[in-house]
C-alpha cells in the first residue's frame, strides 16, 4: 500500500463511491506497490516505456493507473515523479476531457478500421507534453485489428505512450506482449480492502457499522470496486442477510452427515431465488477458503468473523473430507454447464458427499472404511508372524500340527444371506478354507471387498455353510455392495456354491493375530503326488521340483 493514510479524491457530482472516491495520484494507490515504484520511478528519471501491458483481475486498478500515468506524463506541476491532480491538465483527464487522453474500449471497438483510426492519429500533435492511448480489455482485439495495431505499437512516435488493460494476458497475441512492458496487478487483501472502506466511510459521512464494512470486504473477494460497489448496495438496502448465500447449513449437514438437512438447505437457498451455477460457485469459493485456513492460513481471504467461522468449519470437517468436497463440488460445476436440470447434479454431488457408498471414487471407498474402522472395529495386538522357513528344494515340506481354534462367543446378530441351495456331495475342512479364505478367496475380490474382508474371519463350516463373523454391524450391511463378487470368488476356489452366513462379532481381534495359529497350507499341482500319514496330508516332490533341483543344486526355498 502506497500510503494507507491517504484519503482517495472525491470527484464532484458522481455518486457511486468506486467512481467518486477513484485514486487520482500514484500515492493515492493501494496495494500495487510494485506498480508504483516501477511507473513513478520511470516518469522521475525520465524513463517511460512506450508501451505498458497492465494485466490482473478485475476492479485492481489498472484503468485508474493508466490514467493516473497519463496524468503524471503532462502534469504542469509535477512532484517527485507524481501528479498534483489540481491543475488544469490534471483536471481534464479526471473530467474525460483531455486531447492528451484517449481511451478505447477493445471489447465494442476492437475492428480494423477502429485500430487505423487511432494510428493514423497518434502522429498529430498535442497540447500537452505525452499523447496516452489507452485500450482496455485489448485481448478482444481481432486478428486483424491487432495485427494493425502491432507496427504502430512497435515504432510509435517519440511523444506516445500505449497502456493496455486486460484480465487475460495469455489472450494478448504474443507479438503485442514482446513489445510491451509487463506490469502485472493484485487482488488486494482483507486488511486493505477494510482500511479503503473504513477511509472512504469517514471522508463521505456515510454511517456504515463494522458489520456492513466487513460483509462488504468478504464480497468484494479481493476486488476494490467491487467492495465499494457491495458497500454501496448494502447501505442502500439496509441488509446484508440477502448480499450471499449462507452455507452454514449446508456445512452442519455434512459434518453430521445428514443427507436430508442437506437437500432441504438446497431447496431453501433456491427458493430465495439462487441460481445452482451460483450457489456451487459460491459454495465452491467458501470450502476453498476453509481449505486454505486449514493448510496455509496465511494466504487465506476470509477476514473477521467470517475467517472464524469457516476455521471452525475446517476443524469439524476435517482437511482429507474438505478436499473431498471441494473436487466433487467442482466436478459438479462442469457437468452442470451441459446438464438441463442444473439443481439435481448440485443435489446428487451432496448426496454423493454425505454417502460415501454411493461414489465409486478412490476417496469415497478410503473414507467408508476410515469411517468403519474408526467405529467398529477393536483391533488387538497382534502375534508375531512366523519366521520363514528354509528347505532343500525336492523335499518334502515339514507339516505343522493343527492348532484347535477358540469357539467365539454367541455373535450379537446373524443374517442368512440368500443363496441357491447347494449340489453336489463335496465336503471341506474348516482349517483348510480359513486357509485358502485368506490366501486365495480374497485376493481375486475387488479393492474395495478386500479392505472389508481384511477384517473378517471363517467361523464355523457345518457341511456346505459357512459362517463367515465381522467385528460390526455396519461393517456387515456393507457385504451386500460385494456378494457378488465373493459368491464368485468362492465357486471358482471351492468348485462348489457354499451357503454364507454373516455374523457380527465385536470381540474379534486382528487378522494378523488369527492367522499366525492357522496350519500353513500349500497348493497342491496337478502333477504332485499325495501320501497320508498320521492324519497329517504331506505334499511329496512334483515334476517341476526335480526339474529345479537338477537346474539349480542346492537351492533352497522359502515357504
Known amino acids: 500500500m502506497a500510503d494507507a493514510s491517504t484519503t482517495p479524491t472525491s470527484i464532484d457530482g458522481v455518486t457511486s463511491l468506486y467512481r467518486r472516491f477513484r485514486p487520482g495520484r500514484f500515492v493515492e494507490l493501494r496495494g500495487q506497490d510494485h506498480v508504483v515504484r516501477a511507473l513513478q520511478g520511470a516518469v522521475k528519471n525520465q524513463r517511460v516505456s512506450h508501451a505498458y501491458l497492465f494485466s490482473g483481475p478485475r476492479g485492481t486498478g489498472k484503468t485508474t493507473t493508466a490514467r493516473i500515468l497519463a496524468k503524471a506524463l503532462n502534469c504542469e506541476h509535477p512532484l517527485d515523479g507524481d501528479a498534483c491532480n489540481k491543475c488544469a491538465s490534471c483536471l481534464a483527464i479526471t473530467k474525460g476531457t483531455s486531447m492528451d487522453v484517449t481511451e478505447l474500449d477493445a471489447a465494442s471497438n476492437n475492428g480494423v478500421d477502429d485500430i487505423r483510426d487511432i494510428t493514423a492519429g497518434a502522429w498529430h500533435g498535442t497540447p500537452g507534453s505525452w499523447k496516452v492511448y489507452i485500450f482496455d480489455e485489448v485481448h478482444q482485439l481481432s486478428k486483424a485489428a491487432s495485427a494493425a495495431l502491432l507496427k504502430t505499437l512497435e515504432e510509435p512516435p517519440p511523444h506516445v505512450v500505449f497502456v493496455l488493460a486486460t484480465t487475460d494476458p495469455h489472450k494478448v497475441m504474443p507479438t503485442i506482449r514482446s513489445r510491451t512492458q509487463h506490469l502485472e496487478f493484485r487482488l488486494f487483501n482483507g486488511e486493505t ?151 439435481v447434479i448440485l443435489e446428487v454431488a451432496m448426496v454423493r458427499l454425505i454417502r460415501p457408498e454411493l461414489d465409486n471414487t478412490i476417496e469415497a471407498l478410503d473414507e467408508r472404511v476410515t469411517k468403519l474402522e474408526r467405529d467398529g472395529v477393536r483391533v488387538e495386538p497382534s502375534a508375531p508372524a512366523p519366521p520363514a522357513v528354509l528347505r532343500p528344494i525336492g523335499t518334502a515340506a515339514p507339516v505343522t500340527p493343527t492348532l484347535a481354534v477358540k469357539p467365539a462367543p454367541t455373535p450379537v446378530s446373524e443374517i442368512v444371506e440368500p443363496e441357491t441351495t447347494p449340489n453336489g456331495d463335496a465336503t471341506f475342512d474348516l482349517d483348510d478354507v480359513r486357509a485358502r479364505f485368506v490366501e486365495r478367496v480374497v ?117
Open 193 to 343: 480492502l477494510s482500511s479503503l472502506l473504513h477511509e472512504v466511510e469517514r471522508a463521505a459521512g456515510l454511517s456504515a457499522d463494522e458489520a456492513t464494512i466487513e460483509a462488504a470486504v468478504r464480497l468484494g473477494r479481493g476486488s476494490a470496486r467491487d467492495a465499494l460497489s457491495a458497500l454501496d448496495q448494502l447501505l442502500a438496502t439496509g441488509s446484508i442477510v440477502e448480499s450471499q448465500p449462507e452455507f452454514d447449513g449446508l456445512f452442519r449437514a455434512l459434518v453430521d452427515a445428514d443427507a436430508v438437512a442437506a437437500l432441504k438447505s438446497l431447496a431453501v437457498l433456491t427458493r430465495e431465488g439462487w441460481d445452482p451455477e451460483q450457489l456451487a460457485e459460491s459454495f465452491a469459493g467458501d470450502v476453498r477458503q476453509v481449505f486454505l485456513l486449514q493448510v496455509a492460513p496465511e494466504v487465506a481471504d476470509a477476514v473477521d468473523s467470517d475467517r472464524d467461522r469457516l476455521t471452525e468449519w475446517g476443524t469439524q470437517l476435517g482437511l482429507p473430507r474438505t478436499v473431498r468436497v471441494l473436487e466433487t463440488v467442482g466436478r459438479a460445476m462442469r457437468e452442470m454447464k451441459s446438464a438441463p436440470e442444473k439443481i
Open 443 to 559: 485376493p481375486r475380490t475387488s479393492r474395495g471387498a478386500q479392505l472389508l474382508l481384511k477384517s473378517a474371519f471363517v467361523r464355523s463350516l457345518d457341511g456346505q455353510h459357512l459362517t463367515i463373523a465381522l467385528p460390526s454391524e455396519e461393517m456387515r450391511q456393507n457385504t451386500e455392495l460385494i456378494a457378488q463378487g465373493l459368491r464368485s470368488a468362492m465357486e471358482h476356489e471351492f468348485k462348489s456354491p457354499l451357503q454364507i452366513t454373516w455374523a457380527v462379532d465385536p470381540t474379534l481381534v486382528s487378522p494378523a493375530a488369527r492367522t499366525s495359529t492357522s496350519r500353513p497350507i500349500r497348493s497342491r499341482e496337478p502333477d504332485e503326488e499325495i501320501y497320508s500319514a498320521d492324519e497329517s496330508v504331506i505334499v511329496v516332490d512334483s515334476v517341476g521340483d526335480h526339474l529345479i533341483t537338477e537346474m539349480f543344486p542346492g537351492a533352497t526355498e522359502i515357504t
